[in-house]
């Protein structure tokens, strides 16, 4: 391969978290506004990555390799690589390059400060919503997403929650003016909370109001396929039970959130009589019917690793090995941690924490990234380093899982973004308080 010396250093200050004064012209007179940064221009001319460790998840470990983005998209990927005349080459020798990191479910966006109830649209009136749209009541300038892009969180999967029906969450990219240019997938499950199995009568009525709320969902599907197949049939549009379509199609999967035994077990049962596809939320008893997981090919997203057990009679480590054992069962899983938006830095060491007891590096990399990809369905569009994908990565010095591995810089979609947040201007604001008092 032959190219011109790169044309900028890959070594800025980890600071600032700007590339080179390519990104300074184009966030000139940006230093602040609001909570955050303004977002990035998309990208306008290709890019190059010389000389990083890639990690390419689904093709394994590129040494001395060569990335190029062009349009957002990852164009080419390995030792050899042409690339136009104009692209702007940057070398990050000794640095390693991963696709960013994904949060399968979590409140980002959607919760801001606890105690004041104006920034908190997490749930709706009603235990039946299926009609909610995370994304629509997505805050793209919640101070949260900041510093989970700092730690290397470039996606998200929004969740809305209460109630039996909570509604449909939606993956969200990171970085952009609007919800609308953020979005990158919509309806990415229908979320359901189980319910409780502590109390026969209440857990009986609730069961019969879920399955009363399908079978509605499908008499209205009947009743607009009869509507549209005879204008003379009309029906009154329903935003309940028309976003819900998608779900008894089998396009939208359901999230079910159950811990228990009976609950799992319950849920499959009644998934298999609905006819719709399962991902399983929580699972801390996931174990228990790992065979029944493993051959339905029902994926588990898992809540925070980072717990101690739920009994008195379970072992200290039964939270943090589940993920290895799970992985032994054949069962598909990704790691979420919690779901509060402004634990979603804390993911890298959720996934850390798995690997401590038994998780290889690899696959607890890919529990955040790549196996969260498939499970929603954006695994087109991230999760890996691979040629057609969004330029959706990590420039680091380190494994992103290790605590002391700094991200340096991050692209999403080809937008090189800023990695300043609420935490780093306030230890600067703070050091620089200290400094003056100091020299007093």
């Not at 004064?21 to 303004?38: F, K, N």
């Not at 629509?136 to 029906?165: K, M, N, Q, Y």
């Not at 779901?339 to 890919?366: D, F, I, K, T």
């Not at 230890?427 to 007093?440: D, I, L, P």
Request: hydrophobic share 45%.
């Amino acid at each position: 391969m032959t190219h011109n010396p790169p044309n900028h250093s890959a070594v800025p200050s980890a600071v600032t978290g700007l590339l080179t004064a390519g990104c300074l012209l184009a966030s000139a007179a940006v230093a602040t506004a609001g909570p955050g940064l303004l977002p990035a221009p998309r990208q306008i001319e290709p890019v190059a990555l010389i000389g990083a460790t890639l990690h390419t998840v689904s093709g394994g470990v590129i040494e001395n390799g060569i990335l190029l983005m062009e349009d957002g998209k990852i164009t080419a990927i390995g030792t050899e690589v042409d690339f136009p005349d104009d692209t702007w080459q940057i070398d990050v020798s000794g640095k390693h390059v991963f696709p960013g990191l994904i949060d399968a479910h979590s409140q980002l966006g959607l919760h801001e400060i606890g105690a004041v109830s104006m920034t908190v649209d997490v749930e709706e009136f009603g235990r039946i919503n299926p009609n909610v749209r995370a994304e629509v009541a997505f805050h793209p300038e919640s101070r949260h997403i900041g510093t989970a892009r700092s730690s290397g969180v470039l996606v998200a999967v929004s969740a809305p929650d209460g109630g039996l029906i909570s509604g449909l969450s939606a993956a969200m990219q990171l970085e952009g003016w609007t919800w609308e240019e953020m979005i990158l997938r919509r309806a990415t499950g229908l979320i359901i909370n189980w319910p409780s199995a502590n109390n026969e009568t209440t857990y009986e009525r609730a069961l019969r109001d879920l399955r009363d709320a399908f079978a509605d969902a499908r008499a209205y599907r009947a009743a607009r396929q009869a509507s549209d197949e005879d204008d003379s049939l009309r029906h009154e549009f329903d935003s309940r039970w028309e976003a819900m379509i998608p779900v008894l199609a089998g396009d939208v999967p359901v999230m079910v959130a159950a811990d228990d035994v009976r609950q799992i077990q319950d849920a499959i049962v009644w998934a298999e009589e609905e006819d719709v596809r399962l991902i399983l939320l929580g699972g801390r008893d996931a174990l228990q019917v790992g065979e029944q997981l493993a051959a339905r090919d029902i994926p588990v997203v898992l809540s925070s690793v980072l717990n101690s057990p739920a009994r008195a009679w379970e072992p200290y480590d039964a939270v943090y090995s589940m993920p290895a054992k799970l992985r032994e069962a054949g069962i598909l899983f990704a790691i979420a941690g919690t779901s509060a938006a402004a634990n979603v830095n804390r993911l890298s060491h959720e996934a850390g924490a798995a690997v401590a007891y038994g998780l290889p590096v690899e696959e607890a990399l890919r529990a955040v990234t790549l196996n969260p990809a498939r499970i929603f369905g954006i695994d087109d569009r991230v999760g890996s380093l691979e040629v057609g994908k969004d330029a959706t990565l990590l420039i680091t010095d380190g494994h992103p899982l290790e605590y002391a591995t700094t991200v340096h810089h991050a692209f999403i979609a080809g937008r090189e973004i800023d990695l300043n947040d609420a935490q780093r201007r306030f230890y600067h604001k703070y050091s620089e308080k200290v400094r003056q008092r100091a020299v007093r």
